[in-house]
């Protein structure tokens, strides 16, 4: 009965301590957060309880395990703690993962909340914050993995055995992982640089849309019809892109319009004034039309129209496009291109004696020539 007894009395006493330190925690934590709502660091905190908890269990069952003096665990000693320290190892790395992000997170949160930044700023902090998250992930992982690891005793070996030609397999594995390598500090580049944010309109290979997520080695753009472009984020400092977010949301939008030479420009102002004053679309900057190229059968119109983002600006130009073609095939439809088709008008009666009358004067005038050139000649 004791080597039965003993292994539950530790096992449950271990649970039983987790579980009261888990609840005093997180009762410690939600009253603090009611206490003091405008920081939301202890409200993001609390999603640590379940890896606290298993960090907590598995160190409670790493000190006494052994204290149990059971013949099963005696048998298996040296697995167990080989067990348990895996599992701690693990457990830690969760907690510290999710501790760094919450106050990431809380950080973003606060500077976010606060007006006095403009929303090119917040959305350059997001970016970095969310690379900072991915990057401290990544570190704890790979430090946690190893040590994993090196609690097996033969990997201690073959560690010090790579170590010795760590020169070597460094310069191998940066060649293999060039790509992966410039990916990476060009994530970072991205991040620090300011050169594109998350929430960004950009244009990229001739597709629009919106900075949806930035990782360490590729980036995800929203298109206007929901599709997602994945590109890898050396594309971004390597390539030239356009990004509409940057130095500002205003836009300009313009709409062409090929006329006929009789449009009457000047009624086109005033109905495109009348359609920019109704627009919600337009932030009442600036508007303006005028002709800006001529050709043999139309002319080109420009209307000009500002808006407070990009989104506006695609709204002010579909519905200025719409209302003013509306408008002149209503009002105005000689100015509307045409293409020539009818046969040509005949010329007026008199404008053709007098062509007749040209022409025989033309015969007169050189049968009289051609008489006066053969009499020289019989002199």
Request: glycine share 6%.
């Given at each position: ?164 030609s760590a020169g070597i397999l460094g ?208 002199r």
């Open positions: 009965m004791e080597d039965v007894l003993r292994p539950l009395i530790v096992i449950g006493g271990s649970v039983a301590i987790t579980l009261f330190i888990g609840w005093a925690v997180d009762w410690l934590l939600r009253r603090v957060d009611a206490r003091h709502p405008e920081t939301p660091l202890w409200g993001h905190l609390r999603r640590c309880r379940v890896p606290l908890q298993v960090t907590v269990c598995t160190a409670l069952l790493s000190g006494s395990y052994d204290k149990t003096q059971a013949k099963v665990v005696q048998e298996h000693e040296s697995a167990i703690g080989q067990l348990l320290a895996l599992v701690l190892i693990a457990a830690t790395a969760w907690l510290m993962v999710r501790v760094s992000s919450a106050v990431v997170e809380s950080s973003y949160f606060r500077y976010a909340s606060s007006s006095a930044h403009d929303p090119a700023r917040v959305r350059r902090v997001r970016t970095q914050v969310t690379l900072i998250q991915r990057v401290v992930a990544a570190i704890v992982g790979v430090v946690a993995a190893s040590a994993m690891l090196l609690t097996f005793p033969t990997m201690r070996t073959v560690g010090t055995s790579m170590l010795a310069v191998v594995a940066g060649v293999a992982a060039q790509s992966t390598l410039g990916n990476l500090f060009a994530g970072l580049q991205i991040a620090f640089g300011d050169m594109v944010r998350i929430g960004d309109t950009v244009v990229v290979d001739g597709e629009w849309g919106t900075v949806e997520e930035i990782t360490l080695t590729f980036l995800s753009v929203r298109t206007w019809d929901e599709r997602r472009i994945t590109m890898p984020v050396s594309y971004f400092t390597n390539k030239p892109f356009e990004n509409w977010s940057r130095g500002g949301t205003q836009k300009v939008a313009t709409v062409f319009f090929h006329l006929d030479h009789t449009a009457p420009i000047e009624e086109m102002r005033e109905h495109l004034r009348d359609i920019v004053q109704k627009s919600s679309a337009w932030d009442g900057r600036d508007w303006n039309l005028v002709v800006t190229d001529t050709t043999p059968s139309t002319i080109m119109v420009r209307a000009l129209i500002t808006a407070r983002d990009p989104d506006d600006a695609w709204t002010v130009r579909c519905e200025v496009r719409e209302k003013m073609i509306t408008w002149l095939r209503d009002a105005h439809p000689y100015a509307l291109p045409r293409i020539a088709t009818a046969p040509a008008v005949q010329a007026p009666q008199s404008l053709l004696e007098s062509e007749r009358r040209r022409e025989r004067h033309d015969h007169f005038a050189r049968f009289e020539d051609g008489l006066r050139k053969d009499s020289s000649r019989s």
